[in-house]
T-cell receptor, first 110, second 117 residues
Framework: ELKVEQNPLFLSMQEGKNYTIYCNYS?????LYWYRQDPGKSLESLFVLLSNGAVKQEGRLMASLDTKARLSTLHITAAVHDLSATYFC??????????FGTGTRLTVIP | DTGVSQNPRHKITKRGQNVTFRCDPISEHNRLYWYRQTLGQGPEFLTY????????KSRLLSDRFSAERPKGSFSTLEIQRTEQGDSAMYLC???????????????FGPGTRLTVL
């Protein structure tokens, strides 16, 4: 059974600090996605990682993928309040649907 | 706005009633997906269309659920004889086919929040 686990589930951090969210998955997958969700809103695509060693950066967020370890990370640099949201990683299954992780609820404290 | 749209945004119904939701994907996308998201959880896959063909259904999609995409454009998701456990956010997403987008990135609509009383 496919499992996608994120760590931590809840993260409270001060503005200006750095932190990393981890996403472990249990089966081979060629694509890893990161999404952001604000309360009561839909999902916004952040990153698509397509190959081992892929690294993508947008603003204060940087995502990486290690397919051999079945691990992706989302690194937050110098957090600001606007980054407060729930972050999901998802892997593409053998079909074309996405299997989502448990989510990490991030709160950035001024 | 050329994103994925869903209607209605909110639906409150009584147990046992039927409900139908609509999704309009991004116009050039031929793949359409339905997901369900309960409070505090990640979205769970329900079903997937390539054009008008329904190619995959999750075991979560019980006999009370049916989805259609008759002309390969908009899609409807119907739930018959609703139960309280059906209360959730129903999300629709679309993506281009592999021929036009290698990464198969899915773009999500705003969702329909269903409350079954």
């Amino acid at each position: 059974e496919l499992k996608v686990e994120q760590n931590p589930l809840f993260l409270s951090m001060q503005e200006g600090k750095n932190y990393t969210i981890y996403c472990n998955y249990s089966t081979t997958s060629d694509r890893l996605y990161w999404y952001r969700q604000d309360p009561g809103k839909s999902l916004e695509s952040l990153f698509v990682l397509l190959s081992n060693g892929a690294v993508k950066q947008e603003g204060r967020l940087m995502a990486s993928l290690d397919t051999k370890a079945r691990l992706s990370t989302l690194h937050i640099t110098a957090a600001v309040h606007d980054l407060s949201a729930t972050y999901f990683c998802a892997v593409r299954t053998g079909a074309n649907n996405l299997f989502f992780g448990t989510g990490t609820r991030l709160t950035v404290i001024p | 706005d050329t994103g994925v749209s869903q209607n209605p945004r909110h639906k409150i119904t009584k147990r046992g009633q039927n409900v139908t939701f609509r999704c309009d994907p991004i116009s050039e996308h031929n793949r359409l997906y339905w997901y369900r998201q309960t409070l505090g959880q990640g979205p769970e896959f329900l079903t997937y269309f390539q054009n008008e063909a329904q190619l995959e259904k999750s075991r979560l999609l019980s006999d009370r659920f049916s989805a259609e995409r008759p002309k390969g454009s908009f899609s409807t998701l119907e739930i018959q004889r609703t139960e309280q456990g059906d209360s959730a956010m129903y999300l629709c997403a679309s993506s281009p086919s592999l021929g036009t987008s290698f990464n198969n990135e899915q773009f999500f609509g705003p969702g329909t929040r269903l409350t079954v009383l």
